[in-house]
Protein backbone atom coordinates (compact mmCIF):
# COMPACT_ATOMS: atom_id res chain seq x y z
CA UNK A 1 0.00 0.00 0.00
CA UNK A 2 1.31 3.12 -0.75
CA UNK A 3 1.85 5.62 1.73
CA UNK A 4 0.11 8.92 1.49
CA UNK A 5 2.23 12.26 1.64
CA UNK A 6 2.00 14.34 3.87
CA UNK A 7 1.69 17.87 3.57
CA UNK A 8 0.96 21.50 5.18
CA UNK A 9 0.27 24.69 2.88
CA UNK A 10 0.10 27.80 4.33
CA UNK A 11 -2.07 30.39 3.02
CA UNK A 12 -4.66 27.99 1.46
CA UNK A 13 -7.74 29.32 1.29
CA UNK A 14 -7.64 30.64 -2.22
CA UNK A 15 -5.03 31.67 -4.92
CA UNK A 16 -1.72 30.01 -5.62
CA UNK A 17 -2.05 27.84 -2.25
CA UNK A 18 -5.61 26.46 -3.06
CA UNK A 19 -3.90 25.26 -6.22
CA UNK A 20 -0.58 23.60 -4.56
CA UNK A 21 -3.16 21.77 -2.43
CA UNK A 22 -5.14 20.58 -5.30
CA UNK A 23 -2.51 19.44 -7.28
CA UNK A 24 -1.41 17.45 -4.15
CA UNK A 25 -4.50 15.91 -3.66
CA UNK A 26 -4.79 14.54 -7.20
CA UNK A 27 -1.84 12.11 -5.54
CA UNK A 28 -3.81 11.26 -2.44
CA UNK A 29 -1.72 13.36 -0.14
CA UNK A 30 -3.19 14.12 2.98
CA UNK A 31 -3.00 17.96 3.76
CA UNK A 32 -2.92 20.03 6.57
CA UNK A 33 -4.78 23.43 5.24
CA UNK A 34 -3.86 26.51 6.83
CA UNK A 35 -4.98 30.70 6.82
CA UNK A 36 -6.45 33.34 8.78
CA UNK A 37 -9.97 33.07 6.07
CA UNK A 38 -11.93 30.25 7.48
CA UNK A 39 -14.63 30.27 4.72
CA UNK A 40 -11.96 29.86 1.94
CA UNK A 41 -10.00 27.09 4.03
CA UNK A 42 -13.31 25.00 3.96
CA UNK A 43 -13.54 25.92 0.66
CA UNK A 44 -10.49 24.41 -0.36
CA UNK A 45 -10.78 21.09 2.08
CA UNK A 46 -13.99 20.22 -0.18
CA UNK A 47 -12.34 20.84 -3.60
CA UNK A 48 -9.46 18.91 -2.07
CA UNK A 49 -11.95 15.79 -1.16
CA UNK A 50 -13.01 15.77 -4.67
CA UNK A 51 -9.91 15.78 -6.32
CA UNK A 52 -8.56 12.52 -4.43
CA UNK A 53 -7.29 13.95 -1.26
CA UNK A 54 -8.08 14.01 2.16
CA UNK A 55 -7.11 16.75 5.72
CA UNK A 56 -8.06 18.76 7.81
CA UNK A 57 -7.80 22.90 8.41
CA UNK A 58 -6.59 25.23 10.75
CA UNK A 59 -6.82 28.78 11.04
CA UNK A 60 -3.93 30.01 11.22
CA UNK A 61 -1.91 33.73 11.16
CA UNK A 62 1.34 33.00 9.99
CA UNK A 63 2.79 35.99 12.52
CA UNK A 64 1.83 34.36 15.75
CA UNK A 65 4.78 31.55 15.82
CA UNK A 66 2.37 29.99 19.22
CA UNK A 67 -0.33 29.22 16.13
CA UNK A 68 2.65 27.61 13.71
CA UNK A 69 3.37 25.52 16.42
CA UNK A 70 -0.06 23.84 17.46
CA UNK A 71 -0.28 23.77 14.10
CA UNK A 72 2.86 21.72 13.45
CA UNK A 73 1.80 19.59 17.10
CA UNK A 74 -1.75 18.67 15.49
CA UNK A 75 0.09 17.48 12.29
CA UNK A 76 2.35 15.31 14.82
CA UNK A 77 -0.54 14.17 16.32
CA UNK A 78 -2.96 13.31 13.73
CA UNK A 79 -0.38 12.04 10.89
CA UNK A 80 2.57 11.48 12.64
CA UNK A 81 5.25 14.20 10.92
CA UNK A 82 5.10 15.69 7.40
CA UNK A 83 6.60 14.99 4.28
CA UNK A 84 6.32 18.44 2.46
CA UNK A 85 6.05 21.95 3.78
CA UNK A 86 5.41 24.53 1.88
CA UNK A 87 5.58 28.44 3.01
CA UNK A 88 3.24 30.09 0.63
CA UNK A 89 1.13 32.78 3.11
CA UNK A 90 1.93 35.99 1.69
CA UNK A 91 0.64 39.39 1.11
CA UNK A 92 1.30 42.12 -1.85
CA UNK A 93 2.25 45.93 -0.71
CA UNK A 94 3.59 48.47 -2.66
CA UNK A 95 4.07 52.34 -1.98
CA UNK A 96 7.86 54.52 -2.77
CA UNK A 97 10.15 54.52 -0.09
CA UNK A 98 9.68 57.83 1.38
CA UNK A 99 6.18 57.49 1.34
CA UNK A 100 6.18 53.65 3.27
CA UNK A 101 5.53 53.51 6.98
CA UNK A 102 7.78 51.94 9.14
CA UNK A 103 4.23 50.46 10.02
CA UNK A 104 3.94 49.10 6.75
CA UNK A 105 7.80 47.53 6.32
CA UNK A 106 6.97 45.69 10.23
CA UNK A 107 3.35 44.18 8.48
CA UNK A 108 5.54 43.13 5.30
CA UNK A 109 8.01 41.66 6.86
CA UNK A 110 6.02 39.97 9.66
CA UNK A 111 4.24 37.86 7.21
CA UNK A 112 6.08 37.35 3.89
CA UNK A 113 10.06 37.03 6.01
CA UNK A 114 9.17 36.34 9.30
CA UNK A 115 5.74 33.86 8.24
CA UNK A 116 8.27 32.02 6.26
CA UNK A 117 10.97 31.57 9.26
CA UNK A 118 8.16 30.70 11.81
CA UNK A 119 6.84 27.96 9.35
CA UNK A 120 10.07 26.58 8.81
CA UNK A 121 11.01 26.53 12.92
CA UNK A 122 8.05 25.09 13.79
CA UNK A 123 7.76 22.35 11.37
CA UNK A 124 11.43 21.54 10.90
CA UNK A 125 11.19 18.93 13.56
CA UNK A 126 8.58 17.07 12.23
CA UNK A 127 10.60 16.75 8.78
CA UNK A 128 12.06 13.38 8.25
CA UNK A 129 14.83 12.74 5.77
CA UNK A 130 13.45 12.81 1.92
CA UNK A 131 11.36 15.41 3.63
CA UNK A 132 11.39 18.70 1.66
CA UNK A 133 10.42 22.63 2.22
CA UNK A 134 8.81 24.55 -0.61
CA UNK A 135 9.54 28.67 0.18
CA UNK A 136 7.10 30.89 -2.29
CA UNK A 137 9.11 34.01 -2.60
CA UNK A 138 9.14 35.78 -5.31
CA UNK A 139 10.73 37.57 -8.69
CA UNK A 140 10.77 41.11 -6.83
CA UNK A 141 13.45 39.21 -4.32
CA UNK A 142 15.62 38.84 -7.67
CA UNK A 143 14.91 42.20 -9.70
CA UNK A 144 14.04 44.91 -7.13
CA UNK A 145 11.37 47.17 -9.24
CA UNK A 146 10.33 50.47 -8.01
CA UNK A 147 8.03 51.48 -5.65
CA UNK A 148 8.16 48.06 -3.90
CA UNK A 149 11.06 47.87 -1.70
CA UNK A 150 9.42 46.42 1.78
CA UNK A 151 7.75 43.39 -0.72
CA UNK A 152 11.24 43.48 -2.35
CA UNK A 153 13.34 43.10 1.09
CA UNK A 154 10.93 40.67 2.55
CA UNK A 155 10.98 38.51 -0.63
CA UNK A 156 14.85 38.53 -1.01
CA UNK A 157 15.03 37.77 2.72
CA UNK A 158 13.05 34.32 1.73
CA UNK A 159 15.64 33.54 -1.16
CA UNK A 160 18.54 33.85 1.54
CA UNK A 161 16.33 32.37 4.23
CA UNK A 162 16.26 29.19 1.38
CA UNK A 163 19.87 29.63 0.14
CA UNK A 164 20.92 29.03 3.92
CA UNK A 165 18.66 26.46 4.72
CA UNK A 166 19.83 24.09 1.82
CA UNK A 167 22.80 24.08 2.91
CA UNK A 168 22.46 23.37 6.47
CA UNK A 169 19.23 20.94 5.79
CA UNK A 170 20.55 18.96 2.50
CA UNK A 171 23.19 16.93 4.53
CA UNK A 172 20.59 15.89 6.48
CA UNK A 173 18.38 14.52 3.62
CA UNK A 174 15.89 17.27 3.45
CA UNK A 175 15.19 19.27 0.23
CA UNK A 176 14.84 23.00 0.40
CA UNK A 177 13.11 24.74 -2.59
CA UNK A 178 12.30 28.82 -3.27
CA UNK A 179 9.88 30.18 -6.07
CA UNK A 180 9.91 32.80 -7.70
CA UNK A 181 7.13 33.52 -10.17
CA UNK A 182 6.89 37.13 -11.59
CA UNK A 183 2.95 38.05 -11.96
CA UNK A 184 0.11 35.35 -12.41
CA UNK A 185 -3.54 35.52 -12.07
CA UNK A 186 -4.38 35.54 -8.51
CA UNK A 187 -6.70 37.30 -5.79
CA UNK A 188 -3.12 38.71 -4.05
CA UNK A 189 -4.53 42.24 -4.16
CA UNK A 190 -7.32 41.27 -1.77
CA UNK A 191 -4.42 41.49 0.50
CA UNK A 192 -2.55 44.77 -0.57
CA UNK A 193 -1.29 47.73 1.56
CA UNK A 194 0.70 50.55 1.01
CA UNK A 195 0.00 54.18 0.61
CA UNK A 196 0.05 54.68 -2.96
CA UNK A 197 -2.78 53.86 -5.22
CA UNK A 198 -1.18 54.40 -8.57
CA UNK A 199 1.30 51.01 -7.60
CA UNK A 200 -1.77 48.82 -6.61
CA UNK A 201 -3.29 49.88 -9.88
CA UNK A 202 -0.17 49.00 -11.97
CA UNK A 203 0.18 45.77 -10.14
CA UNK A 204 -3.55 44.60 -10.69
CA UNK A 205 -3.25 45.24 -14.10
CA UNK A 206 -0.02 43.08 -14.40
CA UNK A 207 -1.20 40.09 -12.52
CA UNK A 208 -4.45 40.27 -14.33
CA UNK A 209 -3.20 40.25 -18.03
CA UNK A 210 -0.68 37.46 -17.28
CA UNK A 211 -1.25 34.59 -19.49
CA UNK A 212 -0.29 32.14 -16.79
CA UNK A 213 -2.60 30.83 -14.20
CA UNK A 214 -2.13 30.13 -10.49
CA UNK A 215 -2.88 26.81 -11.60
CA UNK A 216 -0.14 26.52 -14.06
CA UNK A 217 2.21 27.84 -11.28
CA UNK A 218 1.68 25.04 -9.00
CA UNK A 219 2.10 22.40 -11.39
CA UNK A 220 5.67 23.95 -12.48
CA UNK A 221 6.22 23.83 -8.14
CA UNK A 222 4.58 20.22 -8.68
CA UNK A 223 7.31 19.18 -11.75
CA UNK A 224 10.66 21.34 -10.29
CA UNK A 225 10.58 20.20 -6.50
CA UNK A 226 10.44 16.34 -8.03
CA UNK A 227 13.10 17.14 -10.43
CA UNK A 228 15.59 18.61 -7.56
CA UNK A 229 15.07 22.41 -8.34
CA UNK A 230 16.67 24.67 -6.18
CA UNK A 231 15.40 28.16 -7.31
CA UNK A 232 12.47 27.50 -9.64
CA UNK A 233 11.28 30.38 -12.40
CA UNK A 234 7.87 29.63 -13.70
CA UNK A 235 8.35 32.15 -16.05
CA UNK A 236 10.64 31.96 -19.09
CA UNK A 237 10.58 35.88 -19.01
CA UNK A 238 11.66 35.76 -15.65
CA UNK A 239 14.14 32.97 -16.23
CA UNK A 240 15.53 35.35 -18.79
CA UNK A 241 15.70 38.46 -16.78
CA UNK A 242 17.54 36.58 -13.92
CA UNK A 243 20.39 35.23 -16.42
CA UNK A 244 20.80 38.65 -17.42
CA UNK A 245 20.92 40.61 -14.18
CA UNK A 246 23.45 37.91 -13.00
CA UNK A 247 25.86 38.67 -16.54
CA UNK A 248 24.91 42.70 -16.88
CA UNK A 249 23.62 43.78 -13.36
CA UNK A 250 24.20 47.03 -14.21
CA UNK A 251 21.71 47.14 -17.31
CA UNK A 252 19.10 45.90 -15.32
CA UNK A 253 19.50 48.56 -12.58
CA UNK A 254 19.20 50.63 -15.75
CA UNK A 255 16.01 49.62 -16.96
CA UNK A 256 14.85 49.85 -13.39
CA UNK A 257 15.89 53.47 -13.39
CA UNK A 258 13.80 54.35 -16.09
CA UNK A 259 10.91 52.50 -14.95
CA UNK A 260 11.09 54.51 -11.83
CA UNK A 261 10.97 57.49 -14.04
CA UNK A 262 8.24 56.88 -15.79
CA UNK A 263 5.62 56.00 -13.07
CA UNK A 264 7.23 59.18 -11.24
CA UNK A 265 6.03 60.81 -14.58
CA UNK A 266 2.87 59.23 -14.19
CA UNK A 267 2.21 60.15 -10.57
CA UNK A 268 2.72 63.90 -11.36
Known sequence: MTKKMRVVVTGAGSGLGRELALRYAREGAWLALADIQEVG?????????????????????????????????????????????????????GGWFEDLTLDDWDWQISINLMGVVKGCKAFLPLLQKGGRIINIASMAALMQAPAMSNYNVAKAGVVALSESLLCELQPKGIAVHVVCPSFFQTNLMDSYRGPDSGSKEDIARLLESSPISAADIAEIIHQESQAGTFMILPHVKGQEAWMLKQSNPGLIHEEMVKLAVKKLANRA
Open 41 to 93: LGETLCLVEQAGGSGFTRRCDVRDYSQLAALAQSCEESMGGIDILINNAGVAS
